[in-house]
C-alpha cells in the first residue's frame, strides 16, 4: 500500500540552527501539507502546497518557515534559526485531488531544539 | 470559524464494551468532518468521514459516526471494543468538501484505553 515517509523519525538540534525535514509523497498524489503537534497540544496546520507554490499557510507558517518540492518527489520543510518552542512533531501528508480530507500522514519527525 | 472540541481527554473501556469517543464542530459553512486514528509511532489514519452525504458514516475497524446537525456533534462509536483499538483518536473539521490544499482543523485529540 501506498505511503508518505518521513525522514529524519527523530532530529536533535541546537538553538539558532537550521533544519531540513524531508518527506516522500504518495507519487501521484497533487496536494502537500505540513502539521505539527506540539506534546500535549492540537495537531496544527503550517502549510499546503499545490502546483509548486504554496496555496494555504497558517499564522505558524512565518519567515522562519519555507517549503520546497526540489524534484517532483521530495517535499521539504525548512526551519531556520530554529527556536526552543519549534520542538514538535511535524507531520507531513499529501491527498490525490479535490476531496479534501482523504489525507494521508507521514509517521512524523519528531523535532527536538535544545 | 471552524473548531473542534473534542469533550474527553481520556477513555478507558474492556474489552467488548462499547465505544464512544465524543467530538461537537463549530462551523459556519457546511462542514466536513473526519475522525483519525493515531497508533503508537505510527502516522494519522483516516477512519471516516462525512461530506453531507449520509448522516451514518460507516468507517474501518467497525467504527461509526453520526453527524447530527442539530446538536452540532459527531461522536465516535463501536460496539464492542477490541485491544487493537488502544491509540489516539482525532476528530478533524474541513470548512469545505470539495476545496482541496483547505487545512484541516483537529481537535485535541481523545486517548483510548482498552482493559483486557
Known amino acids: 500500500e501506498p505511503e508518505v515517509t518521513q525522514t529524519p523519525s527523530h532530529q536533535v538540534t541546537q538553538m539558532g540552527q537550521e533544519v531540513i525535514l524531508h518527506c516522500v509523497p504518495i507519487?501521484?498524489?497533487?496536494?502537500f501539507y505540513w502539521y505539527r503537534q506540539i506534546l500535549g497540544q492540537k495537531v496544527e496546520f503550517l502549510v499546503s502546497f499545490y502546483n509548486n507554490e504554496i496555496s494555504e499557510k497558517s499564522e505558524i507558517f512565518d519567515d522562519q518557515f519555507s517549503v520546497e518540492r526540489p524534484d517532483g518527489s521530495n517535499f521539504t520543510l525548512k526551519i531556520r534559526s530554529t527556536k526552543l518552542e519549534d520542538s514538535a512533531m511535524y507531520f507531513c501528508a499529501s491527498s490525490g485531488g479535490p476531496l479534501t480530507g482523504e489525507l494521508f500522514f507521514g509517521e512524523g519527525s519528531r523535532l527536538t531544539v535544545l | 470559524a471552524q473548531s473542534v472540541t473534542q469533550l474527553d481527554s481520556h477513555v478507558s473501556v474492556s474489552e467488548g464494551t462499547p465505544v464512544l469517543l465524543r467530538c461537537n464542530y463549530s462551523?459556519?459553512?457546511?462542514?466536513?468532518l473526519f475522525w483519525y486514528v493515531q497508533h503508537p509511532n505510527k502516522g494519522l489514519q483516516l477512519l471516516l468521514k462525512y461530506t453531507s452525504a449520509a448522516t451514518l458514516v460507516k468507517g474501518i475497524n467497525g467504527f461509526e459516526a453520526e453527524f447530527k446537525k442539530s446538536e452540532t456533534s459527531f461522536h465516535l462509536t463501536k460496539p464492542s471494543a477490541h485491544m487493537s483499538d488502544a491509540a489516539e483518536y482525532f476528530c478533524v473539521v474541513s470548512p469545505s468538501a470539495n476545496q482541496a490544499g483547505t487545512a484541516l482543523i483537529f481537535g485535541k485529540g481523545t486517548t483510548l484505553s482498552v482493559s483486557s
Open positions: 507519487s501521484n498524489h497533487l496536494y
Open positions: 462551523s459556519s459553512y457546511s462542514p466536513s
